[in-house]
């Protein structure tokens, strides 16, 4: 993990075996995985560790979002798994957000671990305008985002999960060193689903991003680790590099 435009494979399924399974496929073809709500549910500490054990870096996307107190509650329980990356909801606030930071510090110092890397999501890439107006927020998403984003870094978190569409702008605003996490990434001709803001893998890479995280382009592909890599050359032809 360091360079920009590294693909992390998202391995959404409840099954273990299935997510073993892709990230032997996988290993070797990409940066990273992602955990998210979906697999932890089902599978806890001891299914992530199954992940883990292949030894490639895990992106634990869990979008905590709570009280303060409770957030840091649960970002010391998830402390001694040493995820590289962690999301929380950067709607949770400022104070949330202070509060997941310091606990990640905190209890890596305590367990003598690298603290994970936090980083907040701002505006979901399966929403638009529209879907703001109708939860009551006048902004449009460009702006939200950057707003989240502040608040991210005013907070002390290591960047954000944004979508595609705003990658240069927050590149502008936030300089080289803050994290861009970026889902919302279809290669072409592949079926958008439920993400409303998406872009292909290239131009993510280009506009910026540290981050792609791409989940069914890959894992629904009859050759998951052929998917994976045509994404890497893509992106590493648009960089000018030969891949991760
Ligand atoms: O705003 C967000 C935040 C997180 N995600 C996660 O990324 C992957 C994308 O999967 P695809 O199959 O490539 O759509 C998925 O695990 C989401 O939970 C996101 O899509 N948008």
Known sequence: MGSKGQVLAALDTVSVN????????????VAGLKLGLEF????????????????LPIFLDLKLHDIPNTVAGAVKAIAPLQPAILTVHAG??????????????????????????IVAVTVLTSLDDNDLKAVGQAAPVSD???????????AGLDGVVCSPHEIEALRADMGEDFLL?????????AA?????????????????ADYLVIGRPITQAADPR???????????????????
């Not at 500490?45 to 030894?55: D, F, N």
């Not at 939200?144 to 005013?154: N, T």
């Not at 970026?182 to 072409?188: D, E, I, K, N, S």
């Open 181 to 189: 996490v970026v889902p919302g990434v279809r290669p072409g001709g």
């Open 92 to 117: 949770g606030g400022l104070a949330m957000m202070q509060a997941a930071r310091e606990s990640a510090a905190e209890n890596a110092d305590k367990l003598n671990v690298k603290r994970p890397s």
């Open 40 to 55: 932890y549910l089902a599978n806890g500490q001891l299914g992530y560790r199954r992940i883990a054990a292949t030894g």
């Open 226 to 244: 052929d998917a994976a890599s045509r994404i890497v050359l893509e992106i590493g032809s648009v960089l000018g590099q030969s891949g991760h």
């Open 192 to 208: 958008s689903g439920d993400q409303k803001r998406v872009r292909a893998p290239g131009d993510a890479a280009k506009a910026g």
């Open 18 to 29: 299935e997510a073993v399974d892709w990230a032997h496929k996988l290993d070797g073809a």
């Open 144 to 154: 939200q985002v950057k707003r989240l984003a502040a608040l991210a870094r005013s």
